[in-house]
């Protein structure tokens, strides 16, 4: 027991004392942040995969049945004898019967 404070001095360092327990309180806030950075990023994925990803299906089907038509040869009404054909081709056929402008 030290005369002077009435406390038992061992040589303890503070200041590394003091150091180790900052260093750990700001390791342990950045762990903490982290792991809820990532719950958060884990939830958001989830409500895409569950939620606003099945609204949009109906869209992305419509989009492939519109590049479909627009890309193959088929009939738009068979009894009419209307066809429908890619731009690029029926291009072509102008170009082939009336011949270039």
Known sequence: MS????TFSQG???AALVLILLVG??????TVVGVQAYY?????REQQTKL???L????IDLKESQISNLT???WVQKETGLARVPI????????????KP
């Open 56 to 59: 949009y299906q109906p869209l």
């Open 88 to 99: 690029e081709e029926g291009m072509q056929k102008v170009i082939e019967k009336y011949g």
């Open 25 to 30: 309180a700001v390791a342990t806030y950045v």
């Open 12 to 14: 303890i360092n503070v």
């Open 3 to 6: 005369e002077k404070s009435g």
């Open 72 to 74: 193959t040869v088929g």
């Open 40 to 44: 958060e990023a884990a939830v958001l």
């Open 52 to 54: 606003i990803q099945p």
